[in-house]
C-alpha cells in the first residue's frame, strides 16, 4: 500500500499541504514500525496532528464559502471518530494496528483524493 505523499494532493494552501504532507509521514512511521512502545505515542501524535489538519482545513472552507464543506466536514468528523475508537483501544493496551493503517488508508486514498481534491479545484477557481 502506497502512503507517500505526492505534489498532486496540494490544495494551494502552504500551511494546509505542509500538515497534509507530516501527516503521510507519519502514517508510513505507523505503517512500518511494530514496535508498540514507537506506536503507542506515534498513534496519539497522529490523532492529534489529524484533528488539527482538519480544523485547518474547515476554517479555510468556512473563508472561502466552499460549497461542499458540510459534507467535507462530516467526513472528517466520521474519519476522527473511527482513529478515536481505535486510539482508545490502543490506551486500553489493545493494539489493532491493521485497524489504524485501515483509517488512515481511507483516509489517503479516498478523502485526500477526492474530497480533499474537490477543495483544491474550488481554490484554484476561487482565487
Known amino acids: 500500500m502506497n502512503m507517500e505523499w505526492q505534489e498532486k494532493y496540494k490544495i494551494g494552501n502552504a500551511d494546509i499541504d505542509a500538515s497534509q504532507k ?11 514500525s511494530d514496535d508498540w512502545m514507537t506506536l503507542r505515542p506515534m498513534i496519539v501524535s497522529l490523532f492529534k496532528h489529524m484533528q488539527t489538519q482538519f480544523e485547518l482545513e474547515e ?12 459534507a467535507h466536514a462530516q467526513d ?3 474519519l476522527l471518530a473511527r482513529l ?5 483501544d490502543v490506551g486500553k493496551g489493545h493494539m489493532n494496528k491493521k485497524a489504524i493503517v485501515g483509517v488512515t488508508t481511507d483516509w489517503a486514498h479516498r478523502h485526500v483524493v477526492n474530497q480533499d481534491a474537490e477543495l483544491a479545484h474550488y481554490l484554484a477557481a476561487w482565487a
Not at 22 to 32: D, K, P, R, T
Not at 84 to 88: A, G, L, N, Q
Open 76 to 78: 472528517h468528523q466520521n
Open 22 to 32: 507530516a501527516l503521510f509521514e507519519l502514517f508510513s512511521q505507523i505503517a512500518s
Open 84 to 88: 478515536r475508537d481505535r486510539s482508545m
Open 59 to 70: 476554517a479555510l472552507m468556512a473563508q472561502v464559502n466552499f460549497p461542499g464543506a458540510q
